[in-house]
C-alpha cells in the first residue's frame, strides 16, 4: 500500500488459470494489493479457491452473493455491491464510501441512434446523491484503461459519475494485469504487467515449454535459476548459448534487484563534460496535439523546475514548450538531454514543437542540444538486462527501489493524458452522458499540483535508474567455458526512495 492510497488487484480468473501456484504467489507479491477483487465476467470458483488460499487479505469475488460489502485500508474505503439495485440501501448504510465497485457499470450504445448510455447509471446516480460525497465508480465490465466522467439527473439536479475500469488490459499476445492505486481523492493509478510474466516465465527466454523444462532439471525458482552456468543450461534441450546467457542474466537482474550489464561500452552521454539533464514530458496522448507540461531536472544541481501550462488549448499549444526551450538557452550553452525512450517519443514531438512555436530557438536546438536515450541504449541495443518485469520506467525503477507515495502515487500519465483531452474538448461529445454532456473544464479532474509531483517522480526515477545503469559493473569477457565471470561485491541491490 502507498503512503497515502491502498493497492487493489483486480482479476478475470481466465486470465491467471494457467499459472502455477508459484506464479500466482508471485503476482501477488509483486503487486502486493491491500485488497483483490475478482470481477464476474470469467469467473471460476477454482481459480478464486487458489487465490483465497494464496492471499491473506480480503478477497471479494463479483460471482459471489449479491450483497453489499465494504473494506476499508488505512482511510481509504470501498464498497462493492453485487449489483446495481443494492445501491438504494446502501446509500443510507454505508455512505461514506469512496470507491463503489459495481460490474453492473457498463456503457451501452443504442443500435439504432448510436447514442452511448451507461448501464446502471439511475442507481449510481441515486447513490451519489442520497450518499453525497463525490465517490468514484469502479467496474469490472471495463478494462483498467477506461476513465470517463459521465453524468446523470437526479430531481433535477446534475450528478457527477466518474467511472474507472479496473479488468486486466488486453493488449496483443494477452491480459496484463493491472494494479490500481487508489487514493481518497478520487486520483487512481494503474500498473499493469503481461500475465505471462510472472514465475520462471518473468525470465527473458522463458515461455511455457522452457519452464517445464527447467522445473524438471531442479530449476524451480528464479532464485536458482541465477546460480546456473550457462554451460549447464545449454545441457537442457532446447536452450541453446544465446538463450542460457539471456536466461542467466534476466534471472540475476530479477533476483537481484539490479542492472546486468551486457557490454563494456559506456553509457551516454560519456564524456566528462557532458552534465546529463533528465527530460519527461506530458502530453495529450500518443500522438500528441499538445505538450501540456515538461519536467527537467539537473544532478549536477540537484534542481526540479517544470514549464507546465495550466489553460491549455489548441489555439496555443506550445507554451510550455516556448517556456522550456527560453529556459534552456539561458541556462546550457550545449546541454545534454536524457529521457526514457526518447528516440521513439519526446525528442520527436519537442522538435516538431520548438520548430513550430518556438522557431527563434531552433537553430540552438538542432545545433547545440545532445539527445540522449538510456532505453534505447540498454534495451534496444541489447547493452543492459532490466530487472523491471517489463521494461517501462517505472516498473524498473520500482524494481531498483524507489517507490512513490502521495498525489504521484494515484495518477498515471495515460489517465492525465485523458483529462487533458477531455479540457481540450470543452465538452465530451454525444458518449460522454448517461443523460446527456457536461462541462469539460470542471470535469478534467486534473490537480495541477499532483501533475508537477507525477512529472518530477518521472524525471527523478530516470535520474536513479540511469544511474543504476552507469553503476552495474561492465561485462567482462567470457571465459573458456562459456560462462562469464562477475564481481559480486559490486552489485547494485537497490536505491533511496526520494
Known amino acids: ?26 503476482v501477488l507479491g509483486y503487486f502486493d494489493p491491500a485488497l483483490v477483487y475478482v470481477v464476474r465476467d470469467a469467473s471460476d470458483v477454482r481459480v478464486v479457491s487458489r487465490l483465497r488460499r494464496a492471499f491473506d487479505g480480503p478477497i471479494v469475488s463479483a460471482a459471489g452473493p449479491a450483497e453489499v460489502q465494504t ?46 448510455t451507461l448501464a446502471g447509471h439511475e442507481a449510481a446516480a441515486c447513490y451519489r446523491a442520497r450518499a453525497g460525497g463525490d465517490p468514484t465508480f469502479l467496474t469490472g465490465a471495463l478494462e483498467a484503461s477506461y476513465d470517463h466522467v459521465w453524468t446523470a439527473t437526479v430531481d433535477g439536479e446534475s450528478v457527477r459519475l466518474p467511472v474507472r475500469g479496473v479488468a486486466p488490459l488486453r493488449r496483443s499476445g494477452g491480459a496484463e494485469l493491472a494494479g490500481l492505486t487508489c487514493d481518497r481523492a478520487g486520483s487512481v493509478a494503474v ?34 535459476v541465477t546460480e546456473a552456468t550457462e554451460t549447464a543450461l545449454c545441457a537442457i534441450d532446447g536452450i541453446g548459448a544465446s538463450t542460457a546467457r539471456e536466461i542467466v542474466d534476466s534471472a540475476r537482474a530479477l533476483a537481484e534487484s539490479r542492472v546486468v550489464r551486457r ?62 526551450v527560453s529556459w534552456l538557452a539561458a541556462e546550457y550553452d550545449a546541454p545534454s538531454l536524457v529521457a526514457w525512450n526518447g528516440h521513439s517519443f519526446d525528442y520527436e514531438h519537442l522538435e516538431r514543437f520548438v520548430a513550430r512555436d518556438a522557431p527563434a530557438y531552433h537553430e540552438y536546438w538542432r545545433e ?10 540498454a534495451v534496444r541495443r541489447d547493452n543492459a538486462v532490466l530487472p523491471g518485469r517489463t521494461n517501462r520506467l517505472g516498473d524498473v525503477a520500482h524494481a531498483l527501489g524507489c517507490d512513490r507515495s502521495g498525489a504521484a502515487a494515484a495518477l498515471d500519465g495515460k489517465t492525465l493524458a485523458e483529462r487533458i483531452r477531455r479540457l481540450l474538448e470543452g465538452s465530451r461529445g454525444p458518449d460522454s452522458g448517461a443523460n446527456g454532456g457536461s462541462d469539460a473544464a470542471a470535469d478534467s479532474g486534473i490537480d495541477w499540483d499532483a501533475a508537477r509531483r507525477y512529472c518530477e517522480a518521472d524525471v527523478r526515477e530516470l535520474a536513479a535508474v540511469y544511474d543504476a545503469i552507469t553503476a552495474a559493473p561492465p561485462a567482462t569477457q567470457h571465459g573458456t567455458n562459456g560462462d562469464r565471470a562477475t564481481d559480486d561485491s559490486t552489485t547494485q541491490t537497490g536505491l533511496a526512495d526520494f
Open 1 to 26: 500500500m502507498s503512503a497515502e492510497g491502498a493497492e487493489l488487484l483486480a482479476l478475470r480468473c481466465d486470465a491467471v488459470a494457467e499459472l502455477d501456484e508459484s506464479a500466482l504467489r508471485d
Open 71 to 116: 473494506e476499508t485500508v488505512g482511510d481509504v474505503s470501498f464498497l462493492f455491491a453485487g449489483s446495481t439495485a443494492l445501491l438504494e440501501d446502501a446509500a443510507e448504510s454505508d455512505p461514506s464510501a469512496d470507491y463503489i465497485v459495481c460490474d453492473d457499470l457498463e456503457p451501452t450504445t443504442d443500435a439504432v441512434s448510436l447514442e452511448a
Open 191 to 224: 500498473s499493469s504487467v503481461p500475465a505471462d510474466r510472472f514465475g520462471l516465465q518473468a525470465l527473458a527466454g522463458v515461455g511455457p515449454t522452457t519452464a517445464e523444462r527447467l522445473r524438471t532439471n531442479g530449476y524451480d525458482t528464479r532464485a536458482a
Open 368 to 377: 547545440h542540444v545532445s539527445t540522449y536515450d538510456p532505453y534505447d541504449w
Open 263 to 324: 557490454t563494456a561500452d559506456p553509457v551516454p552521454p560519456a564524456t566528462d563534460a557532458a552534465t546529463p539533464l533528465f527530460v519527461d514530458i506530458e502530453t495529450d496522448g500518443l500522438q500528441p496535439t499538445i505538450i501540456w507540461l515538461i519536467g527537467v531536472y539537473d544532478p549536477e544541481r540537484d534542481a526540479y523546475v517544470d514549464f507546465v501550462d495550466t489553460e491549455p488549448t489548441r489555439d496555443d499549444p506550445g507554451a510550455a514548450t516556448r517556456e522550456f
